[in-house]
């Protein structure tokens, strides 16, 4: 079954640098990683959590999804799945593409896009930085406490849904005229 949805992904909070221990215990998503022009790569669910996990939910973190892969692009905005070199390993992991990343093309399951909300992603991008390896990580943690997302085809409908409203009162208010003039 393939899933896919563009998505307006909204970050209501993020954080730079430390935060107070009763944030620590929500365990928001940590971003870990901010390649400017490539990636901003948010950590999985077991390994990004800063508050402890019950055997419970340690073994649903742990679980894996089949790899999904679509002829859609890896530009700028789009989520994509994070996994090891398995491509059936993707578990919570995934990344907000701050560039176009051919590459990627065919390899990673794509689950949405950001349709609004380019400014956060260009604060990220302005964020320092340093070199670990083969990652580029951000200097500070980077903390989203909250996040949100909603169907854009159902604002689009919300709209053209109010124009109708909007129509059928005038009409509405026509007919009442016309029935006035007409029946006294």
Known sequence: MKIFCWVCLVFVIVSVGAFSEELQLSSPLVVFQVDKGFVAQVADVAGGRSAPMN????????????????????VRGILSMGRYSDPDSAQSSFSILLGDAPHLDGQYAIFGKVTKGDDTLRKLEELPTRREGICVMP????????????????????KERGILKRRLAASAVEIERQRMKCFP
């Open 55 to 74: 055997e419970e939910q340690r073994r649903e973190a742990e679980k894996t999804i089949v790899g999904e892969f679509s002829d859609v692009k890896h």
């Open 139 to 158: 200097m500070e943690r980077i903390t989203i406490h909250s996040s949100y997302y909603y169907d854009t085809e159902l604002e689009i409908c919300e």
